[in-house]
């Protein structure tokens, strides 16, 4: 029994017969398509990641300079953290469920 040599191929495409407009119509199609989206919100995250320890690498060997040395990868970092997470960051700031109390100038959860 010898091992097969070659490499393992990934299909990384939404599915082809997801209907946007009505979901339910294949919940097989569904289940793939929210399968897809999951996938591809955990590679945004492992991505952020990355960016994240060479930005703790970069302000550990910069030291004082970290600031401009570093720039390039503070903003790649941010652009990559805006919009992903599991919480509340695809909803509007209306609907993440803060209370402003005007009177006392804050804002409380």
């Not at 990934?10 to 119509?25: M, R």
Request: charged share 30%; aromatic share 10%; hydrophobic share 35%.
């Amino acid at each position: 029994m010898g091992r097969r040599k070659g490499t393992v191929e990934f299909d990384e495409s939404p599915p082809d017969d997801f209907d946007a407009a009505n979901p339910y119509k294949d919940p097989v199609a569904m289940l793939e398509m929210r399968e897809h989206l999951v996938r591809e919100k955990w590679i945004d995250i492992e991505k952020a990641k990355i960016l994240r320890e060479k930005l703790k690498w970069c302000y550990r060997i910069e030291g004082v300079n970290h600031l401009q040395k570093c720039r390039h990868l503070v903003r790649q970092y941010l652009d990559s953290t805006r919009g992903i997470g599991w919480g509340k960051d695809g909803r509007h700031p209306s609907l993440h469920g803060i209370i402003p109390f005007p009177m006392l100038g804050h804002f409380f959860l």
